[in-house]
């Protein structure tokens, strides 16, 4: 009986420092557990982060991607006075239209003139 009881007291001891192991373990995973769950929540905000600079780089690359279109359609030429092409073109256009409206408006006063000239000399 005394063997019996001796083999049981040691399988006690042993289940005892078992379970103790096991308490140390479960603490270190909890803490691991506690630690990982940290580490997720890091990872979501630097999904959400990172989200938000792809769109970001989206929009400068459509932005880059216009520019040539912007570039040539004249945003700057420094040979012309800092103006674009089709600004100049525009610019030309009114000035010929304005040239063409002070010919007439000279060649209608310059009419009136000579028919006042004539009418005064006789």
Known sequence: MKEVMSSLMDK???????????????????KVSAINQGLKEEIQELKKQNDVLKATCQDYESS????????????????ECGLGENKLKELRNKWKQDQ???????????????????????
């Open 12 to 30: 006690q001891d042993r289940l005892i420092m078992e379970n103790t192991d096991l308490k140390l373990r479960l603490t270190e995973c909890v």
């Open 100 to 122: 063409e409206e002070e010919k007439v408006k000279f060649s209608d006063c310059k009419e009136t003139n000579s028919g006042e000239d004539e009418s005064r000399s006789n």
């Open 64 to 79: 880059l991607r216009s520019l040539p279109v912007k570039v040539q359609d004249g945003i700057v030429d420094r040979a």
